[in-house]
């Protein structure tokens, strides 16, 4: 039998550092308020979960996380029955835990999900909002303080994995992109520790690597990239080492692209 789905579950944490690009806050907020679902889109790596986990913490909210993948069903964000000692009990899935509890569910990736997810999603992201279960029979109404975001890439996704439009038009949805220059200068030093003076070329770098994005990479260097890097080099690793590390190898295992990217980075960092 398949086990159940286990959400990571965080409770009034302080909030995660975020730097926010506009009014992606206030959005967030007023969509809370007025029960609106709401569609977190941008490239891998941009800070959607970051800007997600940031909200939960500073309005006070559970956050029940999932990532999705091309085996989630429905029945694991709702729950199943299982056998614990010898007898068949209901077990709640993440979702149906985030509805009786309340709080924000999450789902991570939501397009990687199987086709069922949606059917499940449209009654709370409507102005229903209720999850019906329907081998317990229960029609779960969620309270006011139970909020439903979920995320995707659109750059990243093919055509067989999108959000049909009677899914999206559920949800307001925001649209992630990079920093600019300088706001990204400043969240990489303020996460890794290193000084603005020598994150700037890294971040110069990675704004050169993701125009090839398309072309010869199917996904740009991310925020989350950077950090990575930063924080090698803040520990004592060369330059050239935490670039090839943390900026490069992961991008491509293609030979000729990979030094074609290294020819880049000795372009900009020297």
């Known amino acids: 039998m398949k086990p159940a789905l286990h959400a990571v579950e965080a409770v009034v944490p302080p909030p995660p550092y975020y730097a926010p690009a506009g009014h992606e806050c206030a959005l967030f907020e007023q969509a809370w308020k007025r029960r609106v679902p709401l569609l977190v889109k941008g490239p891998t790596g941009c800070g959607k979960t970051r800007f997600v986990a940031h909200m939960a913490a500073k309005l006070g909210l559970p956050l029940f996380t999932v990532s ?13 029955y299982l056998l ?18 309340g709080g924000i569910c999450y789902l991570d990736e939501v397009v ?3 086709k069922d997810v949606a059917v499940v999603l449209h009654p709370l992201a409507d102005d229903r909002r209720v999850l019906p279960l329907e081998r317990t029979g ?19 996704q093919s055509l067989l994995k999108t959000l049909k439009p009677s899914t999206r038009q559920r949800f307001a949805a925001i649209e992630f992109g990079f920093l600019p220059h300088d706001q990204e200068v400043a969240v990489v030093a303020a996460e890794s520790g290193l000084s603005p003076e020598r994150v700037a070329p890294l971040v110069t770098l990675a704004t050169r690597l993701r125009k090839l994005k398309g072309h010869d990479l199917e996904e740009g260097v991310s925020t989350r990239l950077l950090v990575y890097c930063a924080s090698l080099i803040a520990e004592g690793l060369p330059l050239r080492d935490a670039v090839l590390a943390a900026m490069i190898e992961p991008l491509t295992d293609d030979a000729d692209v990979k030094a074609a990217l290294i020819e880049v980075a000795n372009a900009v960092i020297g």
């Open 68 to 80: 999705c993948h091309d085996d989630l069903t429905a029945a694991d964000l709702t729950g199943r």
């Open 84 to 101: 614990k000692g010898g007898e068949t009990v209901w077990v709640d899935g993440p979702l149906t835990r985030a509805v009786r509890q």
């Open 112 to 114: 990687e999900a199987r």
């Open 138 to 156: 229960e029609e779960l109404a969620a309270p006011p303080h139970f909020m439903l975001v979920v995320s995707y890439n659109p750059g990243y």
